[in-house]
Each structure stands twice: as C-alpha cells, then as structure tokens.
C-alpha cells in the first residue's frame, strides 16, 4: 500500500474522519463516471465498426 493510503486510513479514526470520507467518496465517484463514459464511448465505438466497417477498408 502507499504511504498516502496509511496515512489516510489513521486519520479516519480522528476528527478529520468526515473529511478523509468526503474525498474517498468525491475520488469513486469520479472514477465512476469515468468509467461509465469510457464503456458507453467504447459500445458506441464497435456499433459503428460493426455498421461501417467495410468504409474502413
């Protein structure tokens, strides 16, 4: 693990848990949407090779 993450982890057990859960959860929901959007961009993508394909040749 990352020191980062250590560091993090002991401070959930302080005061500043609110805020350490604040930005873990702010962090997944960005990588989530992230990752939302690469799968829809990545179907859109093969939809149009399966349809068009042979104007690639």
């Known amino acids: 693990m ?7 982890d002991a401070l959930c057990w ?8 604040y930005t873990r959860m702010k962090k ?4 989530t949407s ?5 799968k829809k961009i990545n179907e859109l993508l093969n939809k149009i090779l399966t ?3 042979d104007m690639l040749s």
């Not at 990352?2 to 993090?8: D, E």
């Not at 302080?14 to 859960?21: C, V």
């Not at 997944?28 to 990588?31: A, D, M, P």
Request: glycine share 4%; net charge positive; no cysteine.
């Open 2 to 8: 990352k020191t980062t993450h250590l560091v993090l």
């Open 14 to 21: 302080t005061p500043f848990a609110k805020i350490i859960r």
């Open 28 to 31: 997944i929901n960005k990588t």
């Open 34 to 38: 992230e990752n939302y959007d690469i």
């Open 51 to 53: 349809v068009h394909g």
